[in-house]
């Protein structure tokens, strides 16, 4: 027979965690997928396609997350074959875009408060989709880290462990995609553009070299 103190350590376990805990947990994983923010910030700062790249990166955060929580994690541990191959994918993708981001740095823009980024609407989803799903990151930590730690609030537990990290997300992106606006009288100048594709360029050299030294 359980103890009341396996009795309550029990509901404890099966009681939804407090809102801003679940929240801050979800926010923490999802900010540090840097090539990811990156992209997003600076199709923020082009006002280009900020909705679908928005829609498209918390919309695939969910989907993560929810596989996470439904035990596709536990089939990923067992699958290293897969998460080679998605090493492979990301550094290739990542190094590439580390280049065309470098000759960006050497040919800097300007951007008006009024003027648009230049780009189709499918490239630029693409581009999200890619820098998604083709991060091995995305996978350790939204589907098997966060899947863990959710699966073990119990039952009733995950899926408001689950609604939590899902929404900050949404705020997440939103913030970042929308928010980058607010940064434009900035990126007027040349060198503000230099600075940041010069930036990103070494943040996805750093990260596809990395998945390479993993292997």
């Keep these: 027979m359980k103890s009341a103190r396996q009795a309550r350590q029990h509901a404890q376990h099966q ?14 994983l999802i900010v540090a ?4 923010n990156a992209f997003v910030l600076r199709q923020g700062l082009t006002r280009s396609h900020v909705l679908p790249i928005v829609a498209v990166c918390a919309l695939s955060d969910a989907i993560l997350i929810l596989a996470g929580i439904s ?44 003027q648009h980024g230049n780009g189709s609407r499918l490239t630029a989803v693409t581009m999200a989709l890619a820098l998604t799903w083709l991060n091995p990151h995305v996978y350790l930590d939204t589907v098997v880290l966060m ?18 990290a899902i929404t900050a997300s949404v705020v997440w992106f939103s913030a970042l995609g929308y928010g980058a606006r607010l940064l434009t009288p900035l990126f007027a100048k040349p060198n503000a553009w230099r600075i940041l594709d010069a930036l990103i360029a070494v943040m996805m050299a750093v990260l596809g070299i990395s998945l390479l030294v993993e292997l």
């Design 33 to 36: 997928i840097g090539a990811q």
């Design 147 to 164: 899947g863990s730690i959710a699966n073990g609030r119990g039952e009733i537990g995950r899926w408001w462990f689950a609604t939590g």
């Design 71 to 114: 035990g596709i994690g536990t089939l990923l541990e067992h699958a290293p074959s897969l998460i080679t191959f998605v090493r492979i994918a990301g550094a290739v993708f990542l190094l590439s875009y580390a280049i065309f981001a470098a000759k960006r740095a050497l040919r800097p823009q300007t951007l008006a408060p009024d």
């Design 15 to 28: 009681r939804p965690c407090v809102g801003p805990r679940r929240f801050g947990i979800g926010l923490s």
